[in-house]
């Protein structure tokens, strides 16, 4: 399937063409990629793809809308902006549901979700890491009170960029330090004022006037379903907009007409396929000697960026964002997570491109100091691989050695 | 439409302890406590921010040109901003400088950006204050309750106008959040012609709407007496504080690239500095209570939350860019930055503009501003010249990228090695900048307005407008958690204990 199918249907290609016709071998190059994978589909999609439903969303029957919360956690507030980013849609969101809680948007306030019955949020949708104990109280609390939820964006399916701080091996306690006292804009003022001892954030201070407190940071970051139980999933830094609303309509769907929902686990907006058979750009699988980042190549713009030298992630990403990233020239660097055939991202995709070192029957034997040489140029290879997806991957944090 | 609620009805209570939770958005990503003393008057207040990610540690390690996408996800409202300082630093440490082209790329691409954001904020966050009043009901203050009052014709061209300025950063950027488009001395690619005019049509909107805006603010605003005398009024949204913003080498209003400018409270300059001398006059104080920062100018020192000459707390806004600008380069937005600083010389304010409440209006001049530089930008030849890579680029070294996010200065600053791996890595970003004069302006302004145990949803709700006016973006300012201003305010005795809870529903 996906990137593997096309490759080996490729090299088969190629064979054919040289044993029929040798002097035609450039022809059929024009890869029929995507008509490949999609002839050979042997399974159900994995996903909802995301389809256009126009500018408008069902609106609610007469006898009452049903309840939405959004919620984020540790998260940058751009899954809040891609739910704007629905335009016109946004506003016929409010037609079909209750919007018991959106912190960007509109009122709502924990208290009053706590009052709610249980299982009265038909979704709630979760954004965000988990980070704190604050973050961990409001997801176990809306998961309580909803029927669905809602596994929303990168860093709720994956722990996403927040969850590099992974990497940090003295977790909590070495990046407080570093923040508050080692980056030189701090280092003068600790300096300055307290020499004695730092003046470093606490969970709770005595001021004059009482006492102020402060939410407990955790040494790890994890992904949504490693705290609680998840319905379903929307991928994505920042998801595309279609998926929303297509996730919305199937949940109108449910609660106004009864109609089934997708099974469960079920990924919304993506394709059952990897980035590179949505991405644009012709592939030609060429060996790969040099390691290359974009500012290195005056980028061909049609042409796939790793026969261009430039790792790119997209072999053993899950399709559905469009190429966003890739049509304009920059390497896919796995924000919608790991592909169906794939377990775990990183190594997927790091074996993937290893793959196309020239190690293959036909390839002329490559000494340890050739495989040296190539993978030496990549730098930073675990920040790389696992840009996005570092809490579930099988690595999950650095320690200290002989610790911890 | 209905007038604004400016002023509802207070309410006195006796119960021993009041809790209020008023802030629309949820608890926990942004907190104010209010401390009473024994006659029911504000003793004092604190503007926490409760959240850290720590982003400059687990930078260290990584990439140097993967930094402006990993730095996008500081905060995905202004992640232009941060991309764009980030690139800017990265170009430093590889000892380059955009090509002609691709300074102009990212230049278009930034201005875009802003509208963005100011529309934004300004309609989404700051408009149901003034559309709705400070005292409505919680329930319709928000962007759907100014949709209804304005009427679904404007609130529709508030989101076409928005989705415009998206799309020319996706066009450029890939994604308008999270763009990718930066490297070391250039961008990905070239801007083809056919983009060139689709580009073109989107910005010729902006600078139309962002004129309505304008016309919108003067509409409801200053249309409005009461809103006219809270605005200048000396006692609540009000303190005198330094300003910084970059400029120009004229000293006009910059966002992208130059020097960066403070003034004092008589409008002087007090310093102008090259972005890569920014630590030997800004440094960052830390207290317990907060995980936010509060820099301050390190030349006048650190007296904790209080305004004057003595303190070294600034401010870095809309309102601070135009207190440090002396002029504007576009001629729209320059008819409205003198219509401006005529309004306040009217009402006698000699020397920079520090009414809180006056960065709204500095913002839609600045959104004009924006809009008028991005069309310019993709008028101009450089904007398809096909040359947007240097090359021949190698990493090692420093790295100092500062731009103006439209929340304040954004400073970024790395070091690399020679296999581009960051070894060192600090960031003072905008909202932070603000976080000890946002601690005075709340202070200062529940001084004014809560006396007696006499407090309201609506007096509450003008606490946040404080900060509102600053558009805090906790996400950035903590490097932590999304958003605008999600909060929990309490009052307390001055024994500690907590007032009742009023509920603003």
Not at chain 1, 96 to 114: C, F, L, Q, R, Y
């Amino acid at each position: 399937m996906g990137w593997w199918a096309d490759r080996k249907k490729k090299k088969e290609e190629q064979k054919a063409a040289q044993a029929v016709a040798p002097a035609k071998t450039a022809a059929p190059a024009k890869a029929t990629v995507c008509e490949a994978a999609e002839c050979s589909a042997d399974k159900e999609p994995v996903g909802l793809a995301a389809a256009d439903l126009g500018p408008l969303l069902p609106g609610a029957p007469p006898n009452g809308k049903f309840n939405l919360a959004v919620y984020w956690a540790a998260g940058c507030g751009g899954c809040d902006v891609s739910l704007l980013d629905t335009n016109e849609r946004v506003l016929t969101i409010a037609d079909m549901a209750n919007i018991v809680m959106w912190p960007i948007a509109v009122d709502g306030k924990e208290k009053d979700i706590a009052a709610m019955e249980d299982g009265s949020i038909t979704v709630s949708l979760i954004n965000g890491a988990v980070r704190n104990s604050e973050n961990e109280h409001m997801v176990k609390l809306l998961r309580k009170k909803s029927l669905i939820v809602v596994s929303y964006g990168t860093c709720a399916c994956f722990g996403g960029t927040p969850a590099l701080a992974n990497l940090v091996p003295g977790g909590k306690d070495e990046i407080l330090d570093y923040v508050y006292t080692k980056v030189p804009s701090s280092a003068a003022f600790q300096s300055k004022y307290n020499s004695a001892k730092p003046k470093i954030p606490q969970t709770s201070t005595t001021v004059p006037e009482g006492e102020l407190t402060l939410p407990v940071l955790y040494d790890n970051v994890y992904a949504l379903d490693q705290v609680i139980d998840v319905d379903y999933y929307i991928p994505g830094c920042p998801p595309m907009q279609e998926s929303i609303s297509h996730l919305l309509k199937a949940v109108a769907d449910f609660a106004y007409n009864g109609v089934a929902l997708p099974p469960k686990g079920t990924m919304v907006g993506v394709t059952s396929k990897t980035l590179c058979e949505e991405c644009p750009r012709k592939k030609e699988y060429k060996r790969i000697t040099e390691v290359k980042e974009p500012y290195q190549v005056d980028t061909n713009n049609d042409k796939c960026l790793v026969d261009q030298g430039i790792i790119c992630l997209g072999a053993a990403t899950m399709g559905g964002c469009g190429a966003r990233c890739t049509k304009v020239g920059q390497p896919c660097r796995g924000c919608y997570g790991p592909s169906p055939e794939v377990q775990e991202l990183g190594s997927s995709a790091f074996t993937a491109i290893a793959s196309l070192f020239p190690v293959i029957d036909e390839d002329p034997i490559m000494g340890e100091d050739k495989v040296d040489d190539i993978m030496s140029q990549i730098k930073d290879p675990l920040g790389y691989f696992y840009a996005f997806s570092m809490s579930k991957s099988l690595i999950k944090r650095s320690v200290k050695e002989g610790g911890q | 439409m209905a007038g604004p609620i400016i002023w509802d009805e207070k309410q006195k209570t006796d119960k021993k302890r009041i809790e209020v939770d008023p802030i629309t958005r949820l608890e926990g990503h942004g907190k104010i406590e209010i401390f009473l003393d024994d006659n029911g008057n504000v003793k004092n207040a604190y503007w926490q921010v409760p959240e850290l990610r720590g982003f400059e540690k687990f930078c260290i390690g990584r990439r140097v040109t993967e930094m402006n996408q990993i730095t996008a996800r500081l905060c995905g409202v202004c992640p232009g901003a941060h991309h764009m300082a980030a690139t800017k630093a990265t170009d430093g440490c590889y000892n380059t400088k955009p090509t002609e082209a691709a300074f102009t790329i990212r230049d278009a691409f930034y201005h875009a950006h802003y509208v963005h954001s100011h529309i934004a904020h300004f309609y989404a966050l700051a408009s149901a204050d003034f559309v709705c009043g400070p005292g409505a009901p919680a329930a319709q203050r928000n962007v759907l309750g100014v949709v209804a009052a304005v009427g679904l014709e404007l609130g529709g061209a508030v989101l076409a106008t928005r989705a415009k300025a998206q799309k020319i950063q996706a066009m450029i950027g890939g994604k308008a959040t999270h763009p990718v488009m930066g490297v070391p001395g250039g961008v990905t690619k070239p801007i083809s012609r056919e983009e060139q005019k689709e580009m073109e049509a989107m910005a010729k909107d902006m600078v139309a709407f962002s004129q309505t805006s304008m016309k919108v603010l003067k509409d409801v605003v200053l249309g409005n007496k009461d809103y006219v005398d809270i605005i200048a009024n000396p006692d609540l949204y009000y303190n005198e504080t330094y300003h910084m913003g970059m400029v120009n080498d004229k000293n006009q209003l910059e966002f992208h690239d130059g020097p960066v400018r403070v003034v004092d409270q008589k409008g002087k300059e007090f310093v102008k500095y090259e972005p890569y001398d920014y630590l030997d006059h800004v440094s960052e104080a830390s207290e317990e209570w907060s995980y936010e920062k509060f820099p301050y100018l390190k030349n006048v020192g650190y007296k904790g939350m209080t305004a004057g000459p003595e303190s070294g707390l600034y401010r870095a806004s809309p309102l601070s860019r135009l207190n440090v600008a002396e002029s504007i380069s576009t001629p729209l937005a320059q008819a409205e930055f003198e219509y401006y600083h005529g309004f306040f010389k009217d009402l006698g304010v000699e020397g920079p503009i520090q009414h809180t409440l006056a960065t709204h209006w500095a913002r839609i001049i600045e959104m004009i501003y924006a809009a008028e530089k991005c069309l310019a930008d993709i008028q101009s030849d450089k904007f398809l010249d096909q040359n947007v890579k240097q090359h021949d680029v190698m990493p090692g070294g420093r790295g100092v990228g500062i731009v103006e996010a439209p929340r304040g200065t954004l400073t970024h600053d790395y070091t690399c090695d020679e296999n581009g791996i960051v070894t060192a890595c600090n960031m003072i970003v905008g909202t932070t900048n603000n976080n000890g004069p946002i601690n005075c302006d709340v202070a200062k302004v529940a001084k004014g307005l809560i006396h007696n145990f006499e407090v309201s949803p609506g007096l509450l709700n003008m606490v946040e407008m404080a900060f509102r006016a600053y558009d805090p973006c906790n996400s950035c300012a903590t490097h932590s958690l999304p958003g605008q201003m999600p909060m929990t305010a309490e009052i307390r005795y001055a024994d500690g204990s907590l007032l009742e809870k009023v509920t603003r529903n």
